[in-house]
């Protein structure tokens, strides 16, 4: 029982640190699992408070055991660090969705305008957007699907494998076929979207459009963080738009390029300019790299 406790503590904290699972059969990465269930063992089978060389220090020239609690630390450290920047990875996809839809924003004034009258109207300038105020801002919303359309962080979802044998859009997928789906295109694909390049949050007005969109994935593997990616890019952006009137660096558009990385980021990293609105009197001029 000692082995399932301890493996079911750790499952819970796993899940709840990294969003995965690292034991029982459904366990995901098994590569990833089996060293993570190693060094949870190493680290638990470690002599921590009866080590004799703790209490009798010449003992140390004896014993190894410092140098191993200090292997498997270094270890679990390197492990640790790497869920780390998977996190950061997952943070950075919202921030270069959000970099996308204030360039655009920047491109096209009429949009910012609309936007931030919306805003206006809805919430005034005495009291800052809140998290619930997102829901009543549809306009908002539909310029966070349009960047998600145009520029979905992840352009080719995550590659899933067919677990059994099966047809995708009448092609054969023998059982163990990897997928990968182009979401990127499905997005810019004319035959499915009116003026498919433009950037129309308006679009969106129509009904049964939003369905369309699967910036997250769908089914039982899509992005269990596509709420509060929502909701954090509703909140930021609302939030820059009540607060800050914002300009173009210079008289050129934004270059609205892409670079080169898997979350799609821009070429060119966006450079804009502001104006606080909210705090009269303390009007300044700010840059933001
Ligand atoms: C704009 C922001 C984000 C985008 C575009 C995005 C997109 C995606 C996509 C496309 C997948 C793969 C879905 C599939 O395999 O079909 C995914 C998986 C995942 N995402 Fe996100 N994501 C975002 C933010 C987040 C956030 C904020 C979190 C956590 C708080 C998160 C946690 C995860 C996890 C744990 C998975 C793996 C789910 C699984 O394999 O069962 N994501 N995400």
Not at 48 to 70: M, Q, V
Not at 101 to 112: D, V
Request: net charge negative.
């Amino acid at each position: 029982m000692k082995t399932l406790f301890t493996n079911l503590a750790f499952n819970n904290i796993i899940r709840i640190v990294a969003g995965k699972r690292y034991y029982g059969d459904d366990a995901e990465d098994e590569e990833e699992a089996k060293v993570a269930r190693h060094l949870v063992s190493e680290a638990m089978a470690g002599d921590s408070g009866r080590n004799p060389a703790d209490y009798l220090s010449f003992l140390r020239w004896f014993t190894d055991s410092e140098s191993r609690i200090k292997d498997v630390a270094h270890r679990f450290d390197a492990f640790l660090q790497k869920l780390v920047d998977e996190k950061r990875a997952e943070k950075e996809k919202i921030a270069i969705t959000l970099e996308w839809a204030l360039s655009n924003l920047l491109n096209h004034q009429e949009i910012l305008k609309k936007a931030r009258t919306e805003i206006d109207e809805k919430i005034g300038l005495d009291r800052l957007v809140d998290e619930p105020d997102i829901m009543n801002l549809p306009y908002l919303q539909n310029i966070i699907l349009e960047t998600l359309r145009l520029y979905p962080a992840a352009p080719l979802l995550l590659p899933h494998m067919s677990s059994e044998d099966c047809q995708v859009g009448g092609y054969d997928m023998p059982r163990g076929t990897m997928l990968l789906m182009n979401v990127w295109a499905i997005h810019r694909d004319p035959e499915v979207w009116e003026e498919s390049e433009r950037f129309k949050p308006e679009r969106f007005d129509k009904e049964g459009e939003a369905q369309k969109v699967m910036p997250f994935g769908l089914g039982r593997r899509s992005c269990p963080g596509a709420g509060l990616a929502h909701r954090l890019m509703g909140l930021t952006l609302a939030s820059l738009l009540q607060c800050f009137e914002w300009e173009r660096v210079g008289v050129e558009l934004i270059d609205m390029r892409e670079g080169k990385g898997v979350t799609m980021p821009k070429k060119e990293p966006l450079r804009a300019m502001c104006r606080s609105r909210v705090l009269a009197g303390n009007m300044r001029k700010t840059f933001f790299e």
